[in-house]
């Protein structure tokens, strides 16, 4: 499913295609559960995006990567 969401960190709207259902998305967004119980086949990084809308690259951007 293709998720449209807009991030907090730019204001621009952000999309990924994300393999999800729309009764999945119903279940969180209405229901109150934890994102991690009704999503655990998505990656932290599809789960915060569907959280928030956040991307990777804007995450990286605002706090920086892990250099090691």
Avoid: A
Avoid at 37 to 62: A, C, M, N, Y
């Amino acid at each position: 499913m293709l998720i449209i969401r807009k991030s907090p960190f730019t204001g621009s709207l952000n999309t990924m295609e994300i393999p999800v259902t729309q009764e999945e998305l119903d279940c969180y967004f209405n229901n109150n559960n934890n994102i991690q119980d009704v999503f655990p086949h998505l990656s932290p990084s599809q789960r915060e995006f569907i959280k928030t809308g956040i991307t990777d690259k804007e995450w990286e951007d605002q706090f920086g990567g892990d250099d090691g």
